[in-house]
């Protein structure tokens, strides 16, 4: 049974026979001589919360940057909106792709890292992409950041500089300014990973109160009892395949004997 069959039984109801939102098809990549993917397939359906992890190495982030393209594949389909981004199948010759630009104004990403301008206050920080990439005026884009800000608790802290923010608010600054973009799927990348133990509960809980007003996300974690919590399918990989996949109650049901043997290990 090829794979993608595999994660059409896994999510069952959840897709409503509608065409994902984001579909990944015998997605490969290197770089340069050490193959990281190896033909993966993974559908996100609308709405849907995906949570993909494993140990480290194991490609999940890859997985997660070639949904943006940030890693481009070397082969394989991948759609986001039906529109073809990534290479292509060879059954599907001559079809139009989209371009690099606009897939990133669908897809929004929060990194490991916050990746802040250390210059800018948070307001600035959230303003910024808005005008660049959707061309608002200054005081629209302030005005814009500023709902972005209240979104994620930290309206108080606008006018507060990097430098001046716990990591946890950096963080949540970060997932403000991908929201304030309007995108139509979210990508987080462990995005708890380079917090303080006691910083985490705050970026989850933003985390969580995206996921309840139905935005569209996948996201790479550790963090197995959030996962649990949010994960409408769950994705065990290692190295650089999908292993086992499945919808809620996946963390006692799986079938793999790796599976098993990783979540006994972390949970």
Not at 188 to 216: C, N, Q, Y
Not at 242 to 257: A, K, L, Q, W
């Amino acid at each position: 049974m090829r794979m993608n069959q595999i994660m059409e039984e896994a999510q069952g109801s959840s897709g409503g026979g509608q065409a994902p939102i984001v579909q990944l098809r015998g997605i490969n990549k290197s770089f340069d001589k050490n193959q990281v993917l190896f033909d993966i397939d993974l559908d996100v359906q609308r709405g849907q919360h995906v949570v993909i992890f494993g140990p480290s190495g194991s490609g999940k982030s890859t997985v997660l940057r070639s949904i943006n393209l940030l890693a481009k594949p070397d082969s394989g389909s991948l759609k986001v909106g039906g529109i073809e981004y990534g290479p292509g199948l060879p059954s599907e010759v001559g079809v139009t792709r989209g371009a690099g630009l606009a897939l990133r104004r669908k897809v929004g990403m929060v990194f490991q890292q916050f990746n802040l301008f250390p210059h800018l206050c948070a307001l600035d920080n959230v303003a910024l992409p808005l005008r660049k990439v959707h061309h608002l005026s200054k005081q629209q884009a302030r005005e814009k950041a500023a709902i972005a800000l209240r979104r994620v608790g930290l309206i108080d802290r606008a006018a507060h500089y990097p430098a001046e923010l716990s990591g946890g608010q950096q963080q949540r600054v970060a997932i403000a300014r991908a929201l304030a973009l309007d995108p139509e799927v979210m990508l987080f990348d462990e995005p708890t990973s380079a917090l303080d133990p006691e910083l985490v509960g705050e970026v989850l809980k933003t985390i969580r109160e995206v996921a309840e007003t139905g935005m569209t996300m996948v996201v790479v974690t550790h963090e197995l009892g959030f996962a649990k919590e949010v994960g409408d399918l769950n994705v065990f990989m290692e190295d650089g395949r999908i292993v086992e996949s499945g919808p809620r109650g996946f963390y006692e049901n799986c079938t793999s004997d790796r599976a098993k043997e990783f979540l006994k290990a972390v949970m």
